[in-house]
């Protein structure tokens, strides 16, 4: 694992390559900037090497075995996930925000979260980003 307890073999370039960085942190295209409350906005930060549109997909169920895709791996239940917002990333290690609502009634609840960020570098011309498995407080 890496500083932080992540694992070291990551797609963090988003070529569909899971390798080391060089760096002592692994670097996640996706993560959260604070924890995730019931009622409020969970805000996430996206990191792409290419400029454009990116998906989040949320599932409503903690993540799943990664399933293979033209993107790469997808961790997320594909029969109860959707496409909750769209982003541009401006690219080059540049983040962008995104703020995913949190419904109220979903106190307790694990939710899975997952981005599909453009990358010249995959041969569909995007990438799925890390899964995240959030718990809402």
């Known amino acids: 694992p890496d500083l932080d307890g992540a694992p070291r073999d990551a797609d963090g370039d988003l070529d569909l390559v899971a390798w080391r960085d060089m760096g002592a942190l692994e670097l996640a ?5 604070g924890p995730a409350v019931a009622g409020t ?22 993540l799943v075995a990664p399933a293979v895709s033209p993107y790469g791996a997808l961790a ?3 029969v109860v996930a959707w496409r909750a917002l769209r ?16 419904p109220s ?16 570098a995959a ?9 995240l498995e959030i718990e809402i407080e």
Do not use: H
Request: charged share 10%; glycine share 12%.
């Open 87 to 102: 982003v541009v990333v401006p690219g080059g290690g540049v983040p962008a925000l995104a703020r995913l609502p949190l």
């Open 76 to 78: 997320l239940d594909p």
């Open 105 to 120: 009634i979903s106190v307790g609840e694990t939710w899975g979260v997952q981005a599909l960020l453009p990358s010249a």
């Open 29 to 33: 295209p996706l993560r959260p900037l």
């Open 41 to 62: 906005d969970l805000e996430l930060e996206l990191i792409g090497p290419d400029p454009g549109m990116a998906t989040i997909a949320i599932s409503p169920v903690p």
């Open 123 to 131: 041969p569909a011309g995007g990438a799925f980003s890390n899964p």
